[in-house]
């Protein structure tokens, strides 16, 4: 059976139970031991506990009270008037949540301004890059992290996967608004609810039989290791893609990207002691915990055909061949094979020579070279598709979910 008749069999099966099986059998990869000293990350020190047994102590307990209360619908109805960062917490929610919110919503004492200022600046100047990056890169990639997938699949927003790939996406971007984390902004409000739902994910998936049967032992979802996987697949990815296309960034731009996925990282309720000080600790953490743990899954490649979808039907010129090339291009032919990617013999080479000549071209270290058309092309396409998926995204509304996706 060819890739794409056996993506849309997963797809129009509606569900994996048939291939349940298939992946529970294909082999958990063993974790390297977690070695990575505390002494890199913001907090300077620490206990030094492996994150794949730390999730999150405060969100967890208070998000299951509320869903066994029954209290998730009153929630997500006062949440929904919560959209920016300066507004105070609505009326109508439990006490016990609201107490949590008040301190969750407060930013690190180590948040520096005018890093994200320049956080702010180069995504002003680079957007049409880290959009490409996120939504074709970061985006296709979680769907070869078996554990980020199958969570996702088997959690309720896996029954709308459109809805939740978008919603997540669009995270990359709200991180990179102007006023991101300014009074005016709602990162915060973002994060919060991200990190709600995460609490909320890790009381419902254990009662999932379909997350249960496939998640190689692990009793509990999203662990802090998890999150941090994730959180490398977006910004370390993003950061080492930029200095492998030879795109110019300062120090400060760099400085402060870190700088806006460190905060972003304390808001989403990881322990300082695992957010990396720098990029050469972020590098080295990312190759313990991300780069081993990529793999295929039949979770994973019903994932990614949700997303190619949605990319065609934006309709910004991308067509599958030059998405799969790109793609391809960006994750490298490895994480292309995992998650299914056709490979395309005309796209491909044409890619990979004419990508960095205009890269150099637009930032204008080489004059007029000679690039081939088709290259143009790609870059139109790539830019309408930042636009038009950066607009979709507006206005999205994050909820706590009370169920798992049905099976
Ligand atoms: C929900 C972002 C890590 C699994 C969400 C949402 C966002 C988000 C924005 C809300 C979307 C929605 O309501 O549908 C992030 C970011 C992460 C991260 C920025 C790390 C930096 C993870 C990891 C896992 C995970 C590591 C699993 C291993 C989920 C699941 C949902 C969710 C299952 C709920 C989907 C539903 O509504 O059913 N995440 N996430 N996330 N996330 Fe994450």
């Not at 709600?196 to 692990?218: D, E, I, N």
Request: net charge negative.
């Amino acid at each position: 059976m060819d890739e794409l008749s056996r993506r849309k069999m997963l797809i129009t099966g509606g569900t994996l139970g048939a291939l349940g099986a298939l992946g529970a059998a294909s082999p958990a990869h063993a974790r390297a031991l977690w070695t990575w000293a505390p002494s890199g990350s913001v907090a300077g020190r620490g206990a030094g506990l492996d994150p794949e047994y730390v999730w999150d102590e405060e969100a967890d307990p208070v998000l299951a009270a509320v869903i066994e209360r029954g209290d998730v619908p009153r929630v997500n109805e006062a949440l929904r008037q919560w959209t920016r960062n300066d507004q105070p917490l609505p009326a109508g929610l439990p006490a016990d949540l609201r107490e949590f919110m008040e301190s969750a919503r407060r930013l690190p004492s180590w948040t520096d301004p005018r890093k994200l200022q320049a956080a702010a600046r180069f995504t002003t100047k680079r957007g049409i890059y880290t959009g490409a990056l996120y939504g074709l890169g970061s985006g296709l990639m979680s769907t070869a992290i078996p554990r980020e997938a199958r969570a996702v699949y088997y959690s309720k927003g896996g029954a709308d996967m459109k809805d939740r790939i978008a919603k997540t996406a669009q995270l990359g971007y709200d991180v990179g608004d102007l006023d991101a984390y300014q009074p005016t902004g709602g990162m915060i409000v973002t994060a919060v609810k991200t990190r709600m739902v995460h609490a909320a994910v890790r009381h419902l998936l254990p009662q999932s039989p379909g997350w249960t049967r496939t998640s190689g032992g692990q009793t509990i979802p999203i662990s802090q290791a998890d999150i941090m996987v994730t959180w490398h697949s977006l910004a370390t990815f993003v950061m080492r893609k930029l200095k492998d296309w030879r795109v110019p960034v300062t120090t400060a731009e760099s400085d402060g990207y870190l700088h806006v996925w460190q905060v972003t990282a304390h808001m989403l309720g990881v322990p300082d002691e695992y957010i990396p000080a720098s990029w050469a600790e972020a590098e080295a953490q990312s190759r313990q915990v991300l780069d081993p743990v990529l793999d295929s899954t039949p979770e994973g490649i019903a994932l990614t055909d949700v997303l190619l979808d949605i990319v065609a039907e934006l309709d910004a010129g991308l067509t599958r061949p030059l998405v799969n090339a790109f793609a391809r291009y960006t994750l490298g032919d490895r994480t292309g094979d995992l998650i299914g990617l056709d490979r395309e013999p005309f796209w491909q080479p044409l890619i990979s020579s004419a990508w960095p000549l205009l890269v150099a071209f637009r930032e204008g270290l080489i004059p007029l070279p000679l690039i081939p058309q088709a290259a143009w092309t790609v870059e139109e396409a790539l830019r309408r598709f930042v636009l038009l998926f950066l607009s979709e995204g507006r206005g999205i509304r994050l909820e706590i979910p009370d169920a798992n996706r049905p099976s």
